[in-house]
């Protein structure tokens, strides 16, 4: 049963996470060849204000 998990910064819409979780089960089930009932994402957003780059938190830029 794989599991993947997405982090990504928050602000995207629900049709747009709709659209991620159906593409990223595809390419799991073309590459492992699980059945997509199989396949579970997990979607974690973060705030800008909880995730850096370079030392800066991304908020800050």
């Given at each position: 049963m794989p599991i993947v998990t997405v982090k990504m910064?928050?602000?995207r819409s629900d049709d747009q996470k709709k659209a991620l979780?159906?593409?990223v089960t595809d390419a799991v089930v073309e590459t492992t060849g699980a059945t997509p009932d199989k396949v579970s994402i997990i979607?974690?957003?973060m705030k800008k204000t909880d995730y850096a780059v370079g030392g800066v938190r991304v908020s800050d830029q």
């Open positions: 910064l928050e602000g979780a159906a593409k979607i974690e957003e």
